[in-house]
């Protein structure tokens, strides 16, 4: 069973749960950036948690089934139209044989994920099949032209599935190692600070625009190993949220960390939205 | 040894130098401490930790002592880089010395970052400065110096490292039991050609 790419928008993308234990080696764990979508797309149509999807941005998806199969579409909300008819968000959907899936453009939100009964069954690149931007670890972006293999599906689509995406809210920080680097309590300043999306951000990282941090220093740390959701703040003060595809060490000071239930949030946001931030409760 | 928090799952541990680095990383990988086990300049990240107090434990039995040293790479190098006379002038010797002192430093990889299976390579004991502008594209198997580090470019991507020459090895090849050649722990030798 094969899917066809009949048209792609701004970015099409092969992502799963990601590509865990090689950080050491320089390579960035990549995987989906908005995991309570990607997850329920797959639980819809009975895939398990670590099959992939596709991760689409800003729409403009088609796909031709070559054979009947169920998908899902979940995330940044769309239309979702097989063969010029309009088919439900959020739900199993079928598709048949030779019948044509065109997702519309989000009104709201940047990335789309279409889950397919049985997964997309790229080759595995260190136990992932998600396309890493940062190294070019993993499969290279979907093409217009490119036949997509999907594995056998395993379990029938789920009619009703919970729990739903949680609700957006202020980004939860906690402590970061280099707190010490910023002039008053890191954490603190960061929830007091207006912040807005810059339109750099990327898989990579959420680049914030806003009042910059007080470093006490601007000099280089000697590089050290970094997580997903650090607050790294580079020389010019301007926080940056390292998100999935994040360099794996870098000499920046992480002065918090952000709650990793709160970074599906982060793939949503557009730039020039506003971005809050709370301090964590402990625990 | 001081540790720093990261978050609500990481842990980063400050050691006194590269070697320790490595060697403390070394050490804990195969004892599943955490998910990743990445060494740094002077610190190790326990990203993933299942069990905070379990690794606090293991950190208070680990000396530099308990790790045995990392297994030995050879590279063959053309000494043909743009930057040679740059490093001269730093190292305070002639152009033509700069291969021989290179070759004859005993290099081991203390992290990699940058790229999958770029390893910045201690050892040195002079330092250089990064190019003031970086080259947009340094071609794959250059071996090039900043700071106190040598490193060689996995592939060709832009860089601002001074390049002292070219080595045909493969640094990185996902496909391979062992995807990076320098691995962490490794010990590097180049032999110039």
Same mark, same amino acid.
């Given at each position: ?11 099409? /993308?092969?992502?799963? /749960? ?144 919970? !729990? ?48 910059? /941090? !007080? ?69 | ?133 970086? &080259?947009? &594209? ?56």
């Amino acid at each position: 069973m094969t899917l066809q790419v009949v048209a792609t928008g701004p970015s099409v /993308l092969v992502q799963d /749960l990601g590509r865990l234990g090689w950080a050491h080696l320089g390579v960035p764990r990549s995987g989906a950036l908005d995991l309570p979508a990607a997850g329920l797309a797959n639980r819809l149509v009975g895939n398990p948690a670590e099959a992939a999807c596709l991760e689409v941005l800003l729409g403009g998806l088609a796909l031709s089934a070559e054979r009947g199969v169920w998908v899902a579409v979940t995330g940044a909300a769309c239309e979702v139209v097989v063969d010029g008819r309009q088919r439900e968000f959020g739900s199993a959907v079928r598709v048949a044989a030779g019948e044509t899936l065109r997702l519309g453009r989000p009104a709201s939100g940047l990335r789309t994920y279409v889950a397919v009964a049985g997964g997309i069954t790229v080759e595995p690149v260190l136990g992932s099949r998600s396309t890493d931007t940062l190294g070019q670890v993993g499969p290279p972006p979907v093409r217009v032209g490119d036949v997509l293999p999907v594995g056998e599906s395993a379990r029938a689509p789920v009619a009703v599935d919970t !729990p739903r995406p949680p609700s957006a809210g202020p980004l939860r920080l906690l402590a970061g190692p280099r707190a010490d680097r910023v002039v008053g309590d890191a954490v603190d300043l960061l929830c007091r600070t207006s912040y807005t999306v810059s339109p750099d951000s990327d898989r990579i990282g959420l680049r914030l625009v806003g009042e910059p /941090l !007080p470093l006490s220093t601007t000099a280089e740390l000697p590089s050290e190993g970094v997580v997903l959701g650090a607050v790294q703040v580079p020389p010019d003060g301007r926080p940056v949220v390292f998100l999935a595809d994040h360099p794996t060490t870098g000499g920046y000071p992480v002065v918090a960390v952000v709650d990793e239930r709160d970074l599906w949030q982060c793939a949503q946001l557009r730039p020039g939205e506003a971005v809050g931030f709370t301090r964590a409760a402990r625990g | 040894m001081q540790t720093r928090p990261v978050g609500r799952h990481a842990v980063l541990v400050e050691v006194a130098s590269p070697q320790d680095a490595v060697a403390l990383a070394a050490w804990a990988r195969p004892r599943g401490l955490a998910g990743e086990v990445v060494s740094g300049a002077e610190t190790v990240l326990f990203d993933g930790v299942g069990d905070a107090q379990a690794l606090a434990h293991a950190l208070g039995t680990w000396t530099p002592e308990a790790t045995p040293p990392g297994p030995e790479v050879e590279l063959p190098v053309v000494y043909d880089g743009p930057d040679l006379e740059t490093v001269a002038a730093h190292w305070a010797c002639d152009p033509d010395e700069v291969p021989a002192r290179h070759a004859a430093t005993a290099f081991v990889s203390a992290f990699c970052g940058f790229s999958p299976g770029f390893a910045y390579l201690s050892g040195l004991t002079g330092s250089v400065p990064r190019l003031a502008t970086p &080259r947009t &594209r340094v071609p794959a198997g250059s071996v090039a110096l900043a700071g106190p580090w040598c490193g060689v470019y996995p592939v060709a991507s832009p860089g601002g490292w001074q390049v002292v020459g070219t080595t045909d090895a493969t640094l990185w090849d996902a496909r391979r039991v062992e995807p990076a050649l320098l691995a962490p722990g490794t010990r590097v030798r180049f032999v110039a050609r």
